[in-house]
Each structure stands twice: as structure tokens, then as C-alpha cells.
């Protein structure tokens, strides 16, 4: 009766085994895929940050050149200047926000002092 009992507790405890290395194996995978899915989601953040950062420089600038020519009578040169300025413009926050181009020094830089407020 006892070897019954001790057969049919290491068949459970075998059993049992196999379900937790089953569940295991599932959640590494399903981590595998959260962590794929996040990836695809920062990817997809920053390519929606740096097409409206471009767009609204263009934007801008088609606006202002627009309403320098209403005003100042330049039409269209106004319009053609301020919307090139907005390209480059865009195109340059683009670079710094990539990383392919160094930011602008700050403001602190800029007043003789270091990063820690320090006099240069």
C-alpha cells in the first residue's frame, strides 16, 4: 500500500516537474515578446517626435514667411526664405535629437561658467 503511495506521489511530483518548466519556458517567451514589443514602441515614439519636430519647423517657417510678405510686400522671396530657414531648421533637430550632431552649448556655458556653476 505504502509503495502505492510513494509511486503515485513521485508520478504528481514528475508531473508537477514538467508543468513548471512548460510555464517557464512560456514566460521567458512571453518576455521575450514584451520586451520586443517595447523596443517597436520607443522606436515607433521617436519616429513620431522627430517627424512633427520637422514638420512644425517647416510649418513655421512657411507661416512667418508668409506673413513677412503680406506685410513687407516681398511676396513671394519672404515665403522662399523663411520656408528654406524652417528646412534647415528641421533638419538640424532632427541631427541633435538622432544624436549625430552635438547640442547647442547652454546658457551656462555660454556665461563663462562650467557645468557645476563654477567660474571658468
Known amino acids: 500500500m505504502t509503495d502505492d503511495r510513494d509511486d503515485s506521489l513521485e508520478e504528481r511530483r514528475k508531473r508537477l516537474s514538467a508543468e513548471l518548466a512548460g510555464r517557464k519556458a512560456e514566460d521567458a517567451a ?6 520586443q514589443s517595447e523596443e517597436s514602441r520607443k522606436g515607433m515614439a ?3 517626435k522627430l ?5 512644425s519647423a517647416v510649418a513655421v517657417g512657411a507661416i512667418l514667411g508668409y506673413v513677412l510678405d503680406r506685410f513687407a510686400g ?3 522671396w519672404g515665403m522662399i526664405v523663411l520656408l528654406l530657414l ?4 528641421g533638419v538640424l533637430n532632427v541631427l541633435r535629437a538622432v544624436g549625430m550632431v552635438a547640442p547647442p552649448p ?3 556655458q ?3 561658467k562650467d557645468r557645476n556653476g563654477n567660474g571658468l
Open 30 to 35: 512571453e518576455a521575450k515578446r514584451d520586451a
Open 110 to 112: 555660454r556665461s563663462g
Open 106 to 108: 547652454s546658457v551656462q
Open 46 to 48: 521617436l519616429g513620431f
Open 86 to 89: 524652417g528646412f534647415c531648421a
Open 74 to 76: 516681398t511676396s513671394p
Open 51 to 55: 517627424s512633427s519636430e520637422f514638420i
